[in-house]
């Protein structure tokens, strides 16, 4: 039935866009050309084990403009890096993965957008920013343990406005199981809906999509925002991430976050719960036990940018992991200091962890990281 409807609301919008679509095609086309290049170098040490290393952690193709009508926009986006294509995983043939984003946007009308393809969720805050514009080195535990990441599927984005305030909703229907996948569709789909209100109206800049407070905000700036995801019979780990496991759960996530910018002074924080209908152990005749990974999280961080567009940063980070898998929960405490020389554009981020992970030896764990983006 989820199939079904899936296929009948793909044909409806089709014929919608269609229809108005050629009704006014301008013939001409667009492309803005962009790229950025991430280099880390973090060293580990936990107990007597020390670790190093030194790699492009990010090296990425940006294309996107108008296609033929200006009511239809692109974005293509790909990844040249290992960790970009991520692990290979046997279902998708192996394939290269280096494909992140490839979707078509089309204007319903002047507060309504259509999305089909490829890309980002609208799922929390934190992973819905470009890892270009981070606040620290890397995302959170939080969204790494427990974010639903980019799907391929249909989204709809609108802009309201409510009480005087702002805000933007989102709903999407994907496939449920993650990016570049070629071998179609193992459980059921997945449905999100994010909602976000502005009460003091918009951040400059879209301020509230990246980290620290480059502009400056004369005025106290909040968002507040809200997802929902359902990804029925999930077949992999963690929903749209992870391994294929013997057999499929219902997973539902909880997101809810906030962004706050004043004068410098910037605040943002998530919380986030992950669960699996009907428990997440998995038993399978071979391995034995599987589980998929639920529990809780939190994440809290804040920063001050001086007048010489140095910041100073802090964030706490709690996983808190369903006891019945077995995973022992996680403390993170990281201070940052960051030096943007045009912004998130050209800028030198470090910063300093110290991770307890149940009982056993704490980690202790410095990155420095240069971005370049052009």
Known sequence: MNKFLLSIAAVCSFCYVNSAAAQNLAGSSTMKFSGRIQSLASVEMTGDEFETNILVRRARLKFQGVAINPKFSYKL?????????????????????MILDAVVMYNMGPKTQLWFGQTKLPGNRERVMSSAKLQFVD???????????????????HNFELGGMIG??????????????TTGNYGGFDYTGRVELLPFGAFAGKGDYFGADLKREENPKLSLGVTYDYNDNASRQRGNTGSFLFSTRTLSTVFADMMFKYQGLSVMAEYAVK???????????????????????????????????????????????????????????????????????LKVQSDFSMIQEGGGDATYMGRIQFELSF
Request: proline share 3%.
């Open 77 to 97: 986006e790909l990844g040249l890096t290992n960790r970009d294509h991520g692990s290979p995983i046997p279902e998708t043939n192996n394939s290269a993965r």
């Open 139 to 157: 995302r959170s535990l939080l969204n790494s343990k427990y974010n639903i990441d980019r799907d391929m599927g249909i989204q709809i984005h």
């Open 168 to 181: 933007e909703a989102a709903v999407s229907i994907s496939q449920g199981e993650g990016r570049n996948i």
């Open 275 to 345: 669960s699996a209908k009907g428990g997440p152990v998995v038993y399978t005749p071979v391995d034995g036990v599987e589980y998929f990974y639920t529990g809780s999280g939190a994440n809290v961080q804040a920063g001050y940018l001086f007048m010489s567009n140095c910041e100073v940063s802090a964030r706490f980070t709690s996983i808190t992991h369903e006891v019945v898998i077995g995973e022992d929960d996680i403390s993170m405490y990281t201070l940052g200091v960051s030096k943007y020389l045009d912004g998130h554009n």
